[in-house]
């Protein structure tokens, strides 16, 4: 008979099997070895129990013993058979009955471990390879922002996710990615010999939302200021640039400003004064552009303007009757713009010094001179004054106050301005002006004396050919076309109940 063979080695074990192996015998005692016979003896049974069946002999050096209790211990002893019948038999010792406990092991069949980067619009497929005795329970969770369901009663993923698992492997898919899908990718892989969690970051990437809140400022002739903020969205991939265009209101095609500039605001140049812009922008990632921002408003191109100084030297030129005249100068600034207008405010106080109500304007129409008559003012009450200037862009300050004045006729003597010497043409019409003061008004009278005798004065008798004409502060002599009979001295006398005063003119008529 051959020599034994070598000892049995337990190859593999579950809770209900062994596998075994071993070397043939040394010798083989001159005859072949046919095969072999195994016998088990398993703890709690008095007897041995051949393994392949009486009439067969088991033909390899390895063998799978099934049908065995899960914890209990048992021994066996393998015999070579040759022509000259069994060797002595290679025993093993005592062999629990149980899985071989191997921990989870998740390997990811991924070119980046764990970071996948993908653009929106395109499949996400993360592979795993799983290990482990007994099989691992695997399960898979997202942490994400997109809307989860139950897969399979095990897994938490996006809901337009697939999953495809065996017992080695598993594979999630996303067949269109999003934006949200970005996230991460939790796998799990679980058993009584352990426990394995991998993670996956998937970066799901786009092009830049548009640009916020596009504004326009510091507006010149030539220039003006475009400021920013970044997209809501970055597409998942930083913002490395902004592209910058412009067009005017009336034209169709947009021109370059800036096609890549890194910073939020930029100086917009070479504008032309007087002509009307848009403007827009697109932020760019490494995928590319995203959409434009545009602005609404359309942007003139002009130098800034401000309202103008306040108006300056405002005076009471006069005070009669419930009326008062104001003059000023218009202001030293004008911000840029011409003045248009002005406007005029009063404050009234009542005699015990008690202000009436709060400074109104007293002009119903706009004021384009720099003077104004105040009307319907009421005696007896004190006013203050003060005038506002107007350009394109607003409304000055206030100008210094005037006044508080009291609404009384201001008497005083009377007082005349007249030329002292006239020549026209025989023939022409002449008018003799006097700028007339004096309160109460006073009584107005021509006189008129020859050439060569200036005491010999007779007063003025009018009729169609001479005339008086008397208004607030003045007194003309109107002479319809003139003779020579014309020519003399006239004076005009003022009088008044505060005194009386008199200015000469010579008159010379030619012909």
């Not at 989870?104 to 497929?125: E, K, M």
Request: net charge neutral.
């Amino acid at each position: 008979p051959p020599s034994q063979p070598g000892t049995p080695e337990v190859k593999d074990k579950t809770k209900s099997s062994i596998t075994l192996t071993w070397s043939p015998p040394d010798k083989d005692g001159g005859s072949p070895i046919k095969g072999y016979i195994i016998e088990v003896h398993e703890e709690g049974s008095p007897d041995w129990r051949r393994v392949n069946p009486a009439d067969k002999l088991h033909p390899s050096t390895e063998i799978t013993v099934p049908d065995l209790k899960e914890g209990k211990k048992c021994k066996f002893r393998i015999y070579a058979v040759n022509a000259a019948g069994n060797s002595e038999p290679a025993k093993t010792s005592d062999i629990l009955v149980q899985d071989i406990l191997i921990e989870p092991t998740v390997t990811l069949d991924l070119s980046a471990h764990d970071l996948l980067n993908c653009r929106a619009g395109t499949a996400i497929r993360i592979p795993a390879t799983i290990t482990g005795r007994p099989v691992p329970k695997v399960t898979w969770t997202f942490d994400g922002t997109a809307e989860t369901e139950k897969k399979n009663e095990l897994h938490t993923l996006p809901v337009d996710s697939e999953i495809h698992s065996t017992d080695t492997t598993s594979v999630v898919v996303i067949p269109e990615s999003k934006l949200n899908h970005s996230g991460r990718y939790i796998i799990n892989a679980e058993s009584p010999a352990g426990h394995k969690v991998v993670k996956v970051r998937v970066n799901v990437l786009d092009l830049p939302g548009p640009p916020r809140d596009l504004k326009v400022s510091d507006v010149t002739r030539g220039t003006c200021r475009l400021s920013w903020k970044p997209p809501e969205c970055d597409g998942g991939e930083r913002v490395k640039s902004y592209f910058i265009e412009r067009k005017t209101v009336d034209g169709k095609a947009w021109t370059k400003v800036n096609p890549a500039c890194a910073a939020q605001s930029l100086v917009v140049p070479d504008l032309i004064n007087g002509q009307e812009y848009l403007f827009r922008i697109r932020a760019e990632n490494r995928f590319g552009f995203g959409p434009f921002t545009e602005t609404i408003e359309r942007t003139k191109a002009k130098d800034p303007i401000h309202p103008p100084d306040p108006p300056t030297r405002l005076k009471i030129q006069s005070v009669k009757k419930g009326t008062v005249t104001l003059t000023w100068k218009a202001p030293k600034n004008d911000g840029g713009s011409p003045v248009t207008h002005y406007s005029v405010d009063l404050l009234c106080w009542d005699a015990s010094g008690t202000q009436k109500e709060s400074w109104r304007r007293c002009n119903r129409r706009d004021v384009d001179t720099t003077s104004f008559k105040v009307e319907d003012l009421t005696e007896g009450d004190e006013y203050e004054f003060r005038v506002v200037a107007y350009n394109d862009a607003g409304a000055s300050r206030p100008s210094s106050t005037a006044g508080p004045i009291l609404i009384q006729d201001q008497t005083c003597a009377p007082s005349i301005e007249l030329k002292e010497f006239m020549e026209v043409e025989q023939g022409s019409d002449i008018s003799i002006v006097a700028k007339i003061c004096g309160c109460p008004f006073p009584t107005l009278t021509w006189y008129k004396a020859p050439p060569h005798k200036s005491d010999d004065k007779v007063e003025v008798q009018y009729d169609e050919h001479i005339n008086k004409i008397v208004s607030d502060d003045s007194c003309t002599l109107l002479i319809q076309q003139g003779k020579r009979p014309d020519t003399g001295l006239y004076t005009l006398v003022a009088s008044n109940s505060l005194g009386k005063a008199s200015k000469e003119m010579r008159l010379n008529v030619l012909g």
